[in-house]
């Protein structure tokens, strides 16, 4: 599979700014303020209904020593979402592989290694990986919250917080 990109800025604080094609809307711009080895996810879109595609952005910042390897389970409901592939993050785009297997229904591991790519650098912010889910689950009678979780962080991730790093996708009707 070719590699993919997940473009994100940065500056002191971090600027995300995820531009999907499966996104109907402007895109999402969030400016948050991390502490050292922080690890977290995102979804685009927040929210939506059955066979909505979201793109699930594995992102870290701030870590306090390269990261040449890493490895992390993502977990999510196998009711509500189906996986459908694993594309590089802007930080791994020149690496060797970042790829994901799934273990169980509704759980990835998923791990990356940058061969003769570059390492990530001290103080960097941005994207490891971009999980792309389906909405599979039918219409709720009511709007529901589905997690979807990191945990499990290895290699050069061990240092990370929060464990588990979660976002939460609105379920609609």
């Excluded at 499966?22 to 209904?49: M, R």
């Excluded at 990261?67 to 196998?78: H, N």
Aim: contains cysteine; aromatic residues 6%; hydrophobic residues 40%.
């Amino acid at each position: 599979m070719a590699a993919k990109r997940l473009v994100s800025g940065s500056c002191l604080f971090i600027s995300a700014t995820i531009l999907l094609s499966a996104c109907k809307k402007l895109p999402t711009t969030a400016t948050i303020n991390f502490g050292e080895n922080t690890i977290l996810v995102a979804c685009n879109p927040a929210s939506g209904g059955p066979d909505t595609t979201i793109a699930v952005a594995v992102l870290i910042a701030e870590n306090s020593r390269e990261v040449r390897v890493f490895g992390l389970e993502m977990s999510f409901d196998p009711d509500i979402f189906q996986y459908k592939e694993i594309a590089s993050g802007n930080l791994t785009g020149g690496w060797t592989a970042v790829d994901a297997n799934e273990i169980s229904p509704g759980r990835l591991r998923i791990g990356g290694f940058a061969g003769g790519g570059s390492a990530i650098s001290t103080g960097s912010k941005g994207a490891l990986a971009l999980v792309r889910l389906k909405v599979t689950a039918g219409n709720p009678s009511t709007n529901l919250g589905s997690q979807i979780c990191v945990n499990h962080f290895t290699d050069d991730l061990s240092r990370f917080q929060p464990t588990p790093a979660c976002t939460i996708f609105a379920l609609k009707k």
